[in-house]
């Protein structure tokens, strides 16, 4: 069995989020998909650890941003890699609040969603969720969605970043630098270096200042190793 052709479903990338009782929160996910038209239903897989899907089960209704491709990493490592117990992460972006009380984002997203959550159903490490649409609309119609094959292999730098609608500055060196996050994955190379925090393409790992993080998971650079 190899598991990595599971790689080739379309997944999507998403902030999931919620309120109960002041409470507000959301984190990413990918596995998100419309079932139903008739009413319009979407599925959600969220992990049982997760303090969202905790406000989602007490509040009975959540929201979806749909992130579009050129959302910041920072906006992602937020919503992706701490946990709303400790972080107030909406206090870090613009969002509204959609009529059912959930928290959407104001930017970085093309459409949401509002759902009523219809059932739940244990999936071992995760939970399902079955939510009926009971409002959605374009926010930046003209954006593009971000899936997370895109956030893997081009803003996460995972592999190359020779993906053809790939828009970045990338300078030619004589030697490229390598290092990946030992956390998140995150892979930091030197001819793009990290324009989302301002780090221009083509600074060396070790000319990257020692208050810049991990762009994702906001780790500092000795939890960086060469590759
Ligand atoms: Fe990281």
Redesign the pocket.
């Known amino acids: 069995m190899n598991l990595d052709a599971l790689f080739a479903l379309n997944c999507g990338m998403y902030v999931i989020s919620a309120h109960y009782e002041g409470e507000i929160n959301g984190c990413i996910i990918n596995a998100l998909i419309q079932v139903t038209a008739f009413p319009p239903q979407v599925i959600a897989s969220l992990n049982k650890e997760s303090y969202t899907l905790s406000l989602i089960k007490q509040g009975k209704y959540f929201g979806v941003s749909v992130l579009d491709r050129d959302t910041p990493l920072q906006v992602i490592?937020l919503f992706g890699?701490r946990s709303g117990r400790h972080t107030k992460k909406f206090d870090q972006v613009e969002y509204f609040l959609g009529k059912t009380g959930v928290p959407i984002l104001s930017e970085h997203i093309v459409a949401y969603v509002e759902a009523k959550l219809v059932r739940s159903m244990d999936a071992g490490t995760h939970e399902i969720l079955l939510g009926e649409v009971v409002e959605t609309d374009f926010v930046n119609a003209e954006a593009v969605p971000m899936t997370y094959d895109y956030y893997r292999s081009v803003k996460g730098g995972k592999v190359p970043r020779t993906a053809a609608t790939f828009k970045a500055e990338k300078v030619e060196l004589e030697e490229v630098e390598r290092y990946r996050?030992?956390?998140?994955?995150?892979v930091y190379d030197s001819r793009f270096g990290d324009p989302d925090s301002g780090v221009p393409a083509g600074t060396r790992f070790s000319d990257l200042p020692d208050t810049w993080v991990?762009?994702?998971?906001?780790?500092g650079k000795d939890?960086f190793e060469k590759v």
């Open positions: 490592g890699f996050c030992r956390v998140c994955g995150y991990c762009p994702i998971c906001g780790v939890q």
